[in-house]
């Protein structure tokens, strides 16, 4: 052993090569994304799991009515910057006992596409009842519902609304259940836990615009509150869809990302 110990010690050049080796796994080990995820993005829970997620496009309980392409998971990912932006407005929740509740965070143009093409084929409709009683799905270009690209594709858009605390049972979507619209009064229309906002999530009609003057009393305050909470961490809001906020200073602003929403540690 002592002989070794000699040998090891002499050989200058197997010890700089050693420490090279450890150096370098240490920086690499230190710059790596985690979970497969692109450079500056993260995983909400990573950040703070204590925000409520119930991603919509992952699921069946959407204005199409099946999973979205591109949403392998119900996971909500974001940059960096509005995830630690949005853990600080749950945060300043917590004096009120409420939360967040996101509904849907990063998503991929891929998405964006099977929107586009869904709203020019007339006969899918089997969510209308809900999500746009009011509107001819033809018009959702027009009306600004549907777009070629969206905010939320680059990283730093979210949806959601206010949950009070602690959590009340909420109802569970089964698909092909009757459907409910979206402004029904609030008691009539889905209990998903949100406090009354006028209108459930994506409703695609004007009550749904965050000033529209049918909203009042309640509704209107919370919508107001929650306004306020997320403007404070730098948030704009959407005008015509009162849950939709995209952070000012978001990292991509000319970069509309595609890679799938998909289960922490997954290959991509």
């Known amino acids: ?26 920086i690499m080990a230190a710059t790596a994304t985690p979970h497969n995820l692109p450079p500056g993005f993260v995983y909400l829970k990573d950040i703070d799991p204590s925000i409520i997620q119930d991603i919509r496009y992952a699921g069946y309980h959407n204005f199409i009515g099946h999973p979205i392409s591109g949403y392998k998971a119900a996971e909500c990912i974001l ?9 600080r407005v749950q945060q300043s929740l917590r004096p009120y006992s409420l939360s967040l509740k996101v509904y849907d965070c ?6 964006v596409n099977e929107f586009i093409n869904w709203s020019r084929l007339p006969a899918l409709q089997q ?10 799905k033809a018009d959702f270009f027009k009306l600004g519902y549907v ?28 698909p092909g259940q009757k459907l409910r619209s979206c402004f029904a009064p609030y008691t009539q229309r889905f209990n ?8 459930s999530f994506d409703c695609l009609d004007p009550t749904a615009h ?15 509150f929650l306004k306020s909470m997320m403007e404070k961490q730098r948030f704009a809001p959407y005008a015509i869809e009162w849950w939709h906020f995209t952070l000012q200073d978001e ?13 922490d540690g997954a290959k991509p």
């Open 251 to 263: 990292p991509f602003p000319d970069t509309y990302f595609s890679f799938p929403v998909q289960a």
């Open 192 to 199: 998903d836990g949100s406090i009354d906002m006028g209108t």
């Open 147 to 174: 777009a070629s690209k969206s905010g939320h594709s680059r990283g730093s858009t979210v949806d959601l609304t206010l949950v009070a605390l602690p959590l009340a049972k909420q109802e569970q979507y089964f």
């Open 106 to 111: 990063y998503r991929p143009q891929l998405a």
């Open 127 to 136: 969510m209308k009842a809900e999500f746009y009683p009011r509107v001819n």
């Open 79 to 87: 940059t960096r910057p509005a995830a630690t932006a949005l853990a």
């Open 210 to 224: 965050f000033a529209n003057p049918a909203i009042h009393g309640k509704a209107a305050q919370n919508r107001s």
């Open 1 to 26: 052993m002592i002989n070794i110990r000699k040998k090891f010690s002499k050989n200058s050049g197997l010890k700089r090569l050693i420490l090279f080796w450890l150096t370098y796994s240490c």
